[in-house]
T-cell receptor, first 110, second 114 residues
């Protein structure tokens, strides 16, 4: 059983479409982070959300932290081929171990 | 460039052998993490060191061991290798520990066991 479950696992969309990726847990996190990983590279941090209900925007990406701090979502507006990659949420609920979600593999077709 | 350096980038070895993966953290970072990434298991936490001391242990097999040296670089030793150990092994580093820290990843070491 994974601590952080992401959905969908795979997503293939046309350029210009919108999409939302979800990250869910039964545990409470003091913060959650979102990473993007491109093939052959390590994950790169996109954003950290800290406050329940917080919304952060990074250009066409909107990140939201659930009110109960157990879930988070990533919304991409007008997806572009450059958004293609593996999106991972991550957090440390105990202060002892940093967990990564199951991942969402996004492909944006030109 | 994250500032985390891993060597080797690619490694092919036979079953039963032993390999060592090396990691240099970002300058100033005290904490080093090792992760294993495979297609069926996703990104799995193996072990974390902070300033030379083991801080947290995840799904690390007994055949695997790691250490962090006084200069803060770290090594992951994988022994009695099996086909299923083939994966991408990431090292990551952060300044401190806990949920408030940003973790920076290296580019990974591809291990293929044949």
């Amino acid at each position: 059983t994974q601590l952080l479950e992401q959905s969908p696992q795979f997503l293939s969309i046309q350029e210009g479409e919108n999409l939302t990726v979800y990250c869910n847990s039964s545990s409470v996190f003091s913060s959650l982070q979102w990473y993007r990983q491109e093939p052959g590279e390590g994950p790169v941090l996109l954003v950290t959300v800290v406050t329940g209900g917080e919304v952060k925007k990074l250009k066409r990406l909107t990140f939201q932290f659930g009110d109960a701090r157990k879930d988070s979502s990533l919304h991409i507006t007008a997806a572009q081929p450059g958004d293609t990659g593996l999106y991972l949420c991550a957090g440390d609920p105990t202060g002892n171990q940093f967990y990564f979600g199951t991942g969402t593999s996004l492909t944006v077709i030109p | 460039d994250s500032g985390v350096t891993q060597t080797p980038k690619h490694l092919i070895t036979a079953t039963g052998q032993r390999v060592t993966l090396r990691c240099s953290p970002r300058s100033g970072d005290l904490s080093v993490y090792w992760y294993q990434q495979s297609l069926d298991q996703g990104l799995q936490f193996l072990i974390q060191y902070y300033n030379g001391e083991e801080r947290a242990k995840g799904n690390i097999l007994e055949r695997f061991s790691a250490q962090q040296f006084p200069d803060l670089h770290s090594e992951l030793n994988l022994s009695s290798l099996e086909l299923g150990d083939s994966a991408l092994y990431f090292c990551a580093s952060s300044f401190g520990v806990g949920s408030g820290n940003t973790i920076y990843f290296g580019e990974g070491s591809w291990l293929t066991v044949v």
